[in-house]
């Protein structure tokens, strides 16, 4: 791994320039709003104790944020890309729509049969719903599911803030349908008040994970050594798909995949596995740590985003398992990296030096900088939208000394730093995507690969490379003058 110190300094980039660019920026707010937001941007100085960036807390009012909610959390993250089960938007049609399909989580399976995550199912609450309270409304929902799709596993209510604000009790209508129509129907308490993030929406549905679905159910297949979870892994772009074929060439088998093209039995099954592997440390690093206490199973944080990364992180996983694992591991990567750095080879001299600035939710912060570093580009500032104090100990190191590194930044303040940085690319959100490009910035929206993908492991690898050669590359940014 990159180590803090150790990782060469970016030419332009020192310590005391950041901390006067943060300086300029804090200048743009009122005292009030400098005096909130000063702790949560820094020059990057992995040895200093007292640098550290402040998180989880409440966005300033009035300053844009890119943040979601708790029930987005939920919805679109945890819950929604489990295939199998029906997954209902208890109250107005609003958050169900908007929710619907965003984060390109694919999924095998025939739609409408045995695939319900691209569906939209919602209570749609009205005016009367509000008054009177939505319980029945959703007991009837529940059994028309059951009479509609007969092959559903399960039901997840979601809540959204009406429901929290009225007091309905979907726990008790959870409880009482779960066992009239004889499948789970788990209640999940997602209010989009509730957290000052989506982040609490993660945590809220490994609870319900931990407490209604874990350990109920066992796999059909015979236990083997090898036995591995995938855990915080939402298949964008496929990129689960990536990844599990590279284990499973290395000898290992991925027996549960949370929760991307996932299956809520498998889910429910996995404290019968060997290792949990976990993408999204944020996500689900919860999840990881109750199975870890309560059935013994270590877990261990692994990255397969450029060449790079994908070496460390298979050797790293195959000092957990035996000789016959750590010779497999050789093998795939003495197959693949000449493959690789083809890629390198035909996109490096195109992209040597650009510089880039990442602002995304979950890993991608940390996990994405060696994909670039693998293709000579330089990572001058990183932020998350809903990181916690642990995500940036983990960034730090990654970071050359003197760069940016800031948490839940606001438009203005990305405006500002995309002025002095003057970066080749901004990889980012959809809500800051057509503000960049529309200055003439070249962008890639990196929640859900803008569309592409996967960028996950070794068939991932040549499609990031091409994508963020076309992004910067394009003779189209030569017709657009740029204000910076």
């Known amino acids: ?10 030419p332009g980039i020192d310590k005391a320039d950041t901390t006067k660019l943060i300086e300029e920026t804090l200048e743009l707010y009122p005292a009030k709003a400098k005096k909130k937001r000063a702790p949560h941007m820094t020059a990057n100085d992995p040895g200093c104790s007292t640098c550290a960036v402040k998180s989880n807390k409440k966005t300033v009012p009035g300053v844009m944020s890119a943040r979601g909610c708790a029930y987005a959390g939920a919805k679109g993250v945890v819950w929604g890309p489990i295939r199998d089960m029906v997954h209902i938007s208890h109250g107005p049609v609003g958050c169900g729509w908007y929710s619907w399909g965003t984060r390109r ?3 095998s399976g025939v739609a409408g049969v045995e695939n319900f995550s691209g569906m939209q199912f919602t209570s749609d609450f009205q005016e009367k719903d509000i008054v009177y309270g939505g319980d029945k409304k959703l007991e009837t929902i529940c059994r028309e599911v059951r009479e509609l799709f007969p092959l559903a596993k399960g039901v997840s209510v979601l809540s959204e803030c009406p429901v929290g604000l009225i007091g309905d009790d979907i726990n008790a209508v959870a409880k009482k349908m779960t066992e009239e129509i004889d499948i789970p129907v788990v209640p999940c308490n997602c209010e989009g008040f509730r957290g000052v993030s989506q982040s609490l929406g993660h945590h809220i549905s490994n609870d319900t994970i931990r407490d209604f679905i874990i350990g109920t159910r066992e796999f059909a297949e015979p236990e083997s050594p090898y036995d591995i979870a995938l855990i915080g892994d939402y298949n964008i772009g496929g990129d689960i798909w990536a990844a599990k074929k590279v284990l499973e060439e290395i000898g290992l088998n991925v027996k549960a995949q949370w929760t991307g093209d996932g299956e809520i039995e498998k889910i429910a099954a996995t404290h019968k596995v060997k290792l949990n592997l976990i ?16 059935y013994g199973i270590p877990w261990m944080e692994f990255n397969f985003f450029g060449p790079t990364k994908i070496r460390e992180s298979l050797r790293a996983i195959a000092e957990r398992f035996d000789d016959r694992i750590k010779e497999n591991v050789e093998k795939v990567i003495a197959r693949y990296d000449p493959i690789m750095q083809a890629v ?32 000579g580009m330089e990572i001058v500032a990183s932020g998350y939208e809903f990181a916690h104090t642990d995500d940036y100990e983990r960034t730090y190191p990654e970071m050359a000394k003197g760069t940016l590194i800031f948490d839940d930044a606001s438009e203005i303040e990305l405006e500002k730093w995309v002025e002095h940085l003057k970066p080749d690319l901004v990889a980012s959100g959809i809500k800051e995507k057509y503000v960049f490009q529309k200055a003439g910035i070249p962008f890639r929206q990196m929640h859900s690969w803008d569309y592409s993908g996967p960028y996950h492991a070794y068939d991932g690898f040549p499609i990031f490379a091409r994508d963020i050669d076309m992004a910067i590359n394009s003779p189209t940014w030569g017709l657009v003058k740029s204000p910076f």
């Open 105 to 107: 989580n694919l999924t």
């Open 1 to 10: 791994m990159y180590q803090g110190e150790d990782k060469k300094p970016i």
């Open 344 to 375: 390198i080879d035909e996109y490096r001299p195109r992209l040597e030096g650009k510089k880039v600035i990442v602002f995304v939710g979950g890993l991608r912060p940390r996990h994405t900088i060696g994909a670039y570093e693998d293709l």
């Open 279 to 294: 993408h999204c440390y944020r996500s689900m690093n919860y999840m990881c740590k109750v199975m870890e206490e309560k």
